[in-house]
């Protein structure tokens, strides 16, 4: 009967709990389950004015690349709405996760958590701006990002293209690239995404989860590829994490560790409607289970990378221009623009300046934005002029163009490739220039007070969701009494705190 009765309670407290979450999200994040969500291949019925330039860079690509299909999901959710879920978890686990290095700094970087690292220390949590920029899919409408959105069903590999793939890492043996193919036929699953996948988890040179080896003694003989399982607020957390999920799961060998981990990827996400690396990222799918939380990594930039390694794989064998299927969503009330990419330390403008080349040895010059090489190098620690320096990304890196002190000039790489795990910038200024950012704040000035009536209402949150969508305009002291959190721009989550502050008043 005392048993009965702890359980009798324990059930009531979970329910209280659930309604608390649900008020409390509701409130917060105006969550909408919808059933209303569609996948259409028909393009041309796409409206221009709810999905402004959506339609105009799938032309545009399809005239390029006429064997590439399309196919539009309709996710009828609101674009406000959905960043507002996506920009979560601070201070304990953020949604959404950037690098900890000077090429995701400043407006990368969220303004609430700051500096705070998490997971294995190396990563800090992602800016609203930053989530804006990279699930806004017409920002990778383009032929060198567009492979995130490709649909991930199985439709066979060439052997030696994947042992290509993998050359140079740990997986650089014909046994792993045949359990890979293997796995891919048994799962549905493409099985040059299962390799990028692998590499994107793991690094090319493996790491705990990969090696068998480990960590402090414990879980010796275990191997978890896919890095399933594998959370945690340190990286003793995530390893130990990820390997008590390999050795529940009987994963004692490479080969069993990419059969079981390719099975939950296809069971996990790819079958419940997650079929593109973009959705296994940012989980806007209603078939999954539920939206927002099932997402597979909370590194922003893995999606893209991922898509970089496929397309790169793909050229291997001359193959972009086969047959493709990429999934396209779209959201309720976007912007009427894409949203902007943040800015950092590392992509200000185009400067003159004096770097020192820091790599190993030497780097190739080459004749164009991720072009052919010219057979000219820099070597370590020589010292070149920055003649341009690259504001968008191209093949997974940025391209400055450099001129040598022997009158040589070509493009080289600024820093690693997004697929890399480990971040290195290879161009460093010789002289850096700070300054202060001086902005007048006027006391005179109420937070939220938009229309400066003096009041706080509904007619301030309007304005600030109109100048969000592109559809009106604020003078000056009007964006800064829009600001509300402080963070130096005007967002959702502005009004999302300004639509909470009236409903508690």
């Known amino acids: 009967m005392r048993r009965t009765n702890k359980l009798c309670y324990l059930s009531i407290s979970i329910i209280l709990v659930v309604i608390t979450y649900v008020f409390i999200a509701g409130n917060f994040f105006n969550i909408s389950l919808s059933a209303n969500q569609n996948i259409s291949s028909d393009i041309n019925s796409l409206q221009e004015n709810l999905y402004p330039g959506i339609k105009e860079k799938i032309q545009n690509l399809q005239t390029k690349y006429p064997n590439w299909k399309f196919k539009i999901f309709y996710t009828d959710?609101?674009?406000?709405?959905?960043?507002?879920?996506?920009?979560?978890?601070?201070?304990?686990?953020?949604?959404?996760?950037?690098?900890?290095?000077?090429?995701?700094?400043?407006?990368?970087?969220?303004?609430?958590?700051?500096?705070?690292?998490?997971?294995?220390g190396n990563w800090v949590c992602a800016s609203e701006k930053a989530i804006k920029y990279m699930m806004d899919p017409r920002n990778s409408l383009n032929e060198n990002d567009i492979f995130q959105f490709e649909e991930l069903t199985n439709n066979g590999a060439n052997r030696d293209t994947l042992k290509s793939m993998l050359s140079g890492s740990f997986l650089d043996d014909y046994k792993y690239v045949d359990c890979i193919i293997n796995a891919g036929k048994i799962n549905n699953v493409n099985p040059y995404y299962l390799a990028a996948r692998i590499l994107q988890e793991q690094g090319k040179n493996g790491s705990y989860l990969s090696r068998g080896q480990g960590y402090n003694g414990q879980y010796v003989g275990y191997y978890n590829l896919f890095n399933i399982g594998a959370t945690g607020g340190s990286e003793e957390k995530v390893v130990l994490n990820g390997l008590a999920k390999a050795q529940k799961e009987g994963w004692t060998s490479i080969e069993k560790s990419i059969e079981g981990g390719s099975k939950f990827v296809a069971e996990s996400y790819i079958a419940k409607g997650q079929n593109t690396l973009y959705l296994q990222k940012f989980d806007v799918d209603n078939t999954s289970d539920g939206l927002y939380w099932h997402?597979?990594?909370?590194?922003?930039?893995?999606?893209?990378?991922?898509?970089?390694?496929?397309?790169?794989?793909?050229?291997?064998?001359?193959?972009?221009?086969?047959?493709?299927?990429?999934?396209?969503?779209?959201?309720?009330?976007?912007?009427?623009?894409?949203?902007?990419?943040?800015?950092?330390g590392e992509i200000d403008t185009n400067i003159t300046e004096l770097v020192r080349v820091n790599v190993i040895s030497n780097i190739y010059l080459r004749d164009s934005p991720n072009g052919n090489k010219t057979g000219k190098l820099l070597y370590k620690d020589e010292i070149v002029t920055r003649l341009e320096k690259a504001e968008e990304k191209v093949g997974g890196t940025y391209w400055d163009k450099v001129l040598k002190a022997n009158g040589e000039v070509g493009y080289v790489a600024r820093q690693t490739f997004d697929y890399e795990s480990t971040y290195k910038l290879y161009l460093v200024p010789i002289e850096e220039n700070n300054s202060s950012d001086n902005t007048n704040n006027s006391s005179n000035l109420k937070k939220g007070d938009v229309n400066g009536d003096g009041n706080i209402t509904s007619s301030d949150y309007v304005l600030i969701k109109n100048y969000i969508m592109g559809t009106g305009s604020l003078d000056e002291n009007a964006k800064k009494s829009a600001d509300y959190n402080e963070d130096g721009s005007i967002t959702s989550s502005d009004y999302v705190l300004i639509k909470n502050y009236i409903m508690s008043n």
């Open 77 to 120: 959710l609101d674009w406000s709405d959905v960043i507002a879920n996506e920009y979560t978890g601070h201070g304990s686990s953020p949604r959404n996760l950037v690098q900890a290095n000077s090429s995701y700094d400043r407006e990368w970087i969220c303004s609430i958590c700051g500096n705070k690292v998490y997971d294995t």
């Open 295 to 344: 997402q597979y990594m909370q590194n922003i930039m893995a999606a893209q990378s991922e898509g970089s390694r496929l397309k790169s794989t793909y050229e291997s064998i001359n193959a972009v221009n086969s047959e493709h299927t990429f999934i396209i969503p779209v959201y309720r009330n976007m912007p009427q623009t894409a949203s902007p990419r943040p800015n950092s």
